[in-house]
């Protein structure tokens, strides 16, 4: 949630996250006005992204379960896998997000983007979509020319 304060009033409009029948939407909670789609989908996952624990650093993803390893353990694997597949997905919402804004084009044509540039150059989409997010903050980041320009 981000108030936003108007110098000298009382009034103060909140954005708030939501569940509809349609998924999760970004909106002010006073006027009930929703947030365009790549808005919402940047509020969430940054979100997500904080929740997730973003700033860690750059790791492989988990391989299978050890042979022979206890219920518990697979279990604490299991969970292990699904918490690296989330934080690349954020991740590569984000991505999305920076190549959309940066490109002035849709969310859409910005993933086939993204995942065009990593299949031409043998990378996955996760592992690129971390260099054009840190590219955002980090002049220093070199991206391929065709998520650059």
């Known amino acids: 949630m981000r108030p ?4 000298g009033t009382d009034a103060v409009d909140v954005e708030v ?5 349609h998924g999760w939407r970004v909106g002010t909670g006073q006027s009930g006005h929703e947030t365009p789609d790549l808005v919402s989908a940047m509020v969430l996952a940054d979100l997500l992204t904080s929740e997730a624990g973003a700033g860690r650093p750059r ?3 988990p391989g299978r379960a050890p042979e022979g390893a206890s219920e518990v353990e697979r279990l604490r694997h ?8 989330l ?18 084009m849709p969310p859409r044509e910005a993933f086939e ?6 299949r ?7 592992e690129l979509a971390r260099d ?3 590219s955002s903050t980090s002049p220093l980041t070199v991206l391929p020319e065709e998520l650059s320009t």
Request: charged residues 25%; positive net charge; hydrophobic residues 40%.
């Open 132 to 134: 054009v997010v840190e």
């Open 4 to 7: 936003h304060d108007i110098a």
């Open 87 to 104: 934080h690349s997905r954020v991740v590569v919402e984000q991505a999305i997000g920076v190549l959309a804004e940066r490109h002035t």
């Open 17 to 21: 996250v939501h569940r509809t029948p």
């Open 59 to 61: 790791t492989q993803a």
């Open 113 to 118: 983007k993204l995942r065009s540039s990593a």
């Open 78 to 85: 299991t969970i292990t896998q699904l918490e690296h597949a």
């Open 120 to 126: 031409s150059r043998g990378r996955k989409v996760a």
